[in-house]
Nanobody, 122 residues
């Protein structure tokens, strides 16, 4: 069993910055994908940024140039540096990881964090 715990959310003024972190604990062989999603009431959860074990990254067009995702595989953590925040970035942000739990397993298990609120005031 794997648990993801997010931290770093809060209230910030437009133009400010926040850094979200997510730490995984439990039985982990490797983490093949780490990502951040966000969701507002009445809308679908959307991908914000993701990074693979090979180092590839992907960002939503709305955050390119402002957000940076990074991973520390040794500590099983992923972070999201959010700069130049806008009111439309307000959402609950969720950490997501695809975790390999045993060397002989061909499939990863997917885990979600509990979510952390990010509120950007105008």
């Amino acid at each position: 069993q794997v648990q993801l715990v997010e931290s770093g959310g809060g209230l910030v003024q437009a133009g400010g910055s926040l850094r979200l972190s997510c730490a995984a604990s439990g039985t982990i062989v490797s983490i093949n994908l780490m990502g951040w999603y966000r969701q507002v009431p009445g809308s679908q959860r959307e991908l914000v940024a993701a990074t693979t074990s090979g180092g590839s990254t992907n960002y939503a067009d709305s955050v390119k140039g402002r957000f940076t995702i990074s991973r520390d595989s040794g500590k099983n953590t992923v972070s999201l540096q959010m700069n130049s925040l806008k009111p439309e970035d307000t959402a609950v942000y969720y950490c997501n990881m695809h975790v390999r739990r045993a060397w002989y397993r061909g499939n990863d298990d997917e885990y979600w964090g509990q979510g952390t609120q990010v509120t950007v005031s105008s």
